[in-house]
């Protein structure tokens, strides 16, 4: 079974510009969750989605959006990037949203990120 | 608003030792808390998960245990070896969101 795979694994932007981050959920799982961790920190959760639609979101700013597709993969998209947006933006995937009692089935599998730099 | 505290955030033993990790949460109605290893510049790997309904989970040589009520979660790691040398981080799942401690950082040596 494959894992969980994100594109870009680095990238450089400036500040202004507009940046979208890819991501594969593992084969069986319907829910993806982003995250961003800047360094030396843990991870902030952005969003969830579950079956294509937001189902859960962190204390981030509406310039972070996101979508699911009907394969479950899923991207992460930044306007406007702020140089503060420079860290690793880390995505999970899961049999079920994590909320749910279900026996390990909120499991979350992680990729290995994608590091963003914001010049 | 939950806030998730990992101590100590940097621990160095020698080879063989038993360790506890701790991670203490505020808000105690969580669904559940997850115990990740995170190695350098790597994405994060699940070790064990603990339903809000559940005490403890073992997997191998890890143990964690949650007690929901002191708001505080351990993570025992039995004859530390120097391939669990990574940043152990614990994560809890509340109301539609997921926090996450700081981690701690384990230098295992040989």
């Known amino acids: 079974e494959t894992g969980v795979t994100q594109s870009p694994t680095h990238l450089i932007k400036t500040r202004g510009q507009q940046v979208t981050l890819r991501c594969s959920s593992q084969s069986g799982h319907n829910t993806v969750s982003w995250y961003q961790q800047a360094l030396g920190q843990g991870p902030q959760f952005i969003f969830q989605?579950?079956?294509?639609?937001?189902?859960g979101r962190g204390n981030f700013p509406p310039r972070f959006s996101g979508l699911q597709f009907p394969n479950y993969s899923s991207e992460l998209n930044v306007n406007a990037l702020e140089l503060d947006d420079s860290a690793l933006y880390l995505c999970?995937?899961?049999?079920?949203?994590?909320?749910?009692?279900?026996?390990?089935?909120?499991?979350?599998?992680f990729g290995a990120g994608s590091r963003l730099t914001v010049l | 608003k939950q806030e998730v505290t990992q101590i100590p955030a940097a621990l160095s033993v020698p080879e063989g030792e038993n360790l506890v990790l701790n991670c203490s949460f505020t808000?105690?109605?969580?669904?559940?808390l997850q115990w990740f290893r995170q190695d350098p510049g790597k994405g994060l790997t699940s070790l064990l998960l603990i339903q809000s309904s559940q005490r403890e989970q073992t997997s191998g040589r890890l143990n964690a245990s949650l007690d929901k009520s002191s708001g505080r979660s351990t993570l025992y790691i039995a004859a530390s070896q120097p391939g669990d040398s990574a940043t152990y981080l614990c994560a809890v799942n509340n109301n539609n969101d997921m926090r996450f401690g700081a981690g701690t950082r384990l230098t295992v040596k040989p």
């Open positions: 808000d105690s109605a969580i669904y559940n």
């Open positions: 989605y579950y079956r294509e639609e937001e189902n």
């Open positions: 999970a995937s899961s049999k079920e949203v994590w909320w749910g009692d279900s026996s390990g089935a909120n499991v979350l599998t």
